[in-house]
Antibody, heavy 119, light 107 residues
Framework: EVQLVEAGGGLVQPGGSLRLSCAASGFTFSSCVMTWVRQAPGKGLEWVSTISAGGGSTYYADSVKGRFTVSRDNSKNTLHLQMNSLRAEDTAVYYC????????????WGKGTTVTVSS | EIVLTQSPATLSLSPGERATLSCRASQSVTSYLAWYQQKPGQAPRLLIYAASNRATGIPARFSGSGSGTDFTLTISSLEPEDFAVYYCQQRSNWPLTFGGGTKVEIK
């Protein structure tokens, strides 16, 4: 079964850091572009970051550029999102998603992990 | 940044009725558009990709159309499990962007 499982969310103070992980199984992780998408409480979906299959290319939303870093460990089938200088507006459910190699859209999503930035 | 505007924000319909959802892009995305369904407490699910192609396992009552800047998601006859929020998303240009969503609610 193709599966993505996020972990690492929690409560953090403004200015703090958190590292999210996404464990992949059931597909060839090293061949897939991976993406992080977030959803603030009661709001819509917001793209956060994308990383190429090999990890050599990364893309960020302006709202997180310079603060968040996406990475992957293809030997461990794991995707990461290092989040620094967190702000209240980063409070959201963070989803990892796999991009289909056939059509290029996000065809498998994890259940999400919740990040709350508050003092 | 390409802005996607979805309308209406809320659609109140009864089971069995036809739902027509709109997504308009601020500039052409050719056919690089997808539709996702999201139910409360769940992750989004891919319904339609490349404007008009149903994703694996998606029922035939869901269809997508359009190209350029105007797109439509149609649900031909609403089933109880179809009441949810629907998002469009473009991958024509960075940054990837989503529309604000249309909530399809039971009338």
């Amino acid at each position: 079964e193709v599966q993505l499982v996020e972990a690492g969310g929690g409560l953090v103070q403004p200015g703090g850091s958190l590292r999210l992980s996404c464990a992949a199984s059931g597909f060839t992780f090293s061949s897939c572009v991976m993406t992080w998408v977030r959803q603030a409480p009661g709001k819509g979906l917001e793209w956060v970051s994308t990383i190429s299959a090999g990890g050599g290319s990364t893309y960020y939303a302006d709202s997180v550029k310079g603060r968040f870093t996406v990475s992957r460990d293809n030997s461990k089938n794991t995707l990461h999102l290092q989040m620094n200088s967190l702000r209240a507006e980063d409070t959201a459910v963070y989803y990892c998603a796999k991009r289909s190699g056939v059509h290029g859209y996000m065809d498998v999503w994890g259940k999400g992990t919740t990040v709350t930035v508050s003092s | 940044e390409i802005v996607l505007t979805q309308s209406p924000a809320t659609l109140s319909l009864s089971p069995g009725e036809r739902a027509t959802l709109s997504c308009r892009a601020s500039q052409s995305v050719t056919s690089y558009l997808a539709w996702y369904q999201q139910k409360p407490g769940q992750a989004p699910r891919l319904l339609i990709y490349a404007a008009s192609n149903r994703a694996t396992g998606i029922p035939a009552r869901f269809s997508g159309s359009g190209s350029g800047t105007d797109f439509t998601l149609t649900i031909s006859s609403l089933e109880p499990e179809d009441f949810a929020v629907y998002y469009c998303q473009q991958r024509s240009n960075w940054p990837l962007t989503f529309g604000g969503g249309t909530k399809v609610e039971i009338k």
